[in-house]
């Protein structure tokens, strides 16, 4: 790892666990009112672009359920038992369920065992808190496993749902929850935070190729400095600017290679959604962007059911020539 992304790593792990990050202040307000009013429902869906902090948001929700020690916005301390067990993952009435490595899915089995111990009554009758992460994840059989959950809740339970496209949750679960919207900061903000969570030391042009590449969140943005995606990313924009210029989209292919198809492709969406948003920098015509973007996500669902990555991108770069051509000519 190199010096700088050795430097913006410490800055990730510097973020604090229990601590609200600075453009979620407002959505917290509203959270903190409604509390305060009683008037919280058991079931809350966190939704917002991904990289805006979701996971960080639910946590500390979580915590100020348990919490005993509360500030006056209704902030957990951060320090008591209960916050450094919600910190660590280890507190008792605490658990979430994500789907399991390689599976598209959340288990229906882990949804269930989920549901069960919320409905044990707990020792002390104290709160108990599960996470689903992403809610985007539940197929019909967990959606439904959580269903009487939602609708009858166990007292002191309380269900968060992470999403990022709540709309294409299912509607009978959808409609059972409260909806926190998290919203991205304004550039600046987002490029400040950025700056001070990287660490001394990161030019400011890969501060913002980052926040571009991440399309304006954050934590994706950091992710990026951190794992050396701006330096992948910064070459791929060098070949696709080469096969305008006539370049080989089978070399090209082979250089991105199998396993970054993925990436490469939600890349390409991004950058793509840019181009549409300033048609002075298209290098394609600005009216085949649209229907590109299309192909690019038919493209990354094809990969996701065991398309051939290498025939994916070759087949993806070579309309990218012919596109980038037609706008040289
Ligand atoms: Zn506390």
Known sequence: MSAA???????????????????????????????ARDRLAHALLICGPR????????????AALFCRARDAAGLPCGQCGDCRQVASGSHPGY??????????????????GLCERLSMTSHDGRAKVAVIDPADDLNLNGVNALLKTVEEPPPGSH??????????????LRSRCQLLRLPL??????????????GPGVAQTKLDAALDSANGAPLQALQLLRDGGVELQQGWRVLLDGLGAGGDPVGAAAAIGEDQAGPFLRWLFVYVLQLLR????????HHELGRFADELVENLRRLEINAKPQLVLEALLIRWRLLAQRAHS
Do not use: C, H, Y
């Open 278 to 285: 300033n048609p002075g920098r298209a290098a394609v015509p």
């Open 51 to 62: 990289g805006s902090g979701k996971q960080q948001f639910a946590r500390v929700l979580a």
């Open 95 to 112: 658990m979430a369920v994500s789907p399991e490595e390689g599976k598209r899915d959340i288990a229906v089995e882990a949804v269930r």
């Open 185 to 198: 900061p304004p550039r600046a903000e987002a490029l400040g935070w950025l700056a001070q969570a990287a």
């Open 5 to 35: 992304a050795g430097a913006a790593a410490a800055g990730i792990e510097a973020i604090e666990p229990l601590r609200l990050l600075p453009w979620q202040r407002v959505t917290w307000q509203r959270v903190s009112e409604i509390a």
């Open 159 to 172: 269900v968060l749902l992470i999403s990022e496209r709540p709309m294409a949750l299912r509607a009978t």
